[in-house]
């Protein structure tokens, strides 16, 4: 999910956007803020990549956080 909001369609920072768009205290987040947040997952995937590698994918990457009832 998160590499998917890394790719350009889906840009953490857009969807952000368009979700405070209609918030009456807009700017919630100034495009400076939003920008950040796009440098930030670019972090956060990158250990996340470095944590794959040297432990593996399967005791890092979860399939899903809620279990099905």
Not at 10 to 23: N, P, Q
Not at 24 to 30: D, G
């Amino acid at each position: 999910r998160l590499q998917l909001l890394s790719q350009s369609e889906f840009r953490l920072s857009d969807v952000m956007r368009e979700s405070l768009d209609g918030d009456p205290l807009r700017p919630v987040l100034t495009e400076p803020h939003l920008l950040a947040l796009d440098r930030r997952l670019k972090k956060v995937l990158r250990v996340v990549q470095h944590c794959i590698r040297r432990l593996g994918k399967e005791e890092v990457i979860t399939s899903d956080f809620i279990k099905p009832t």
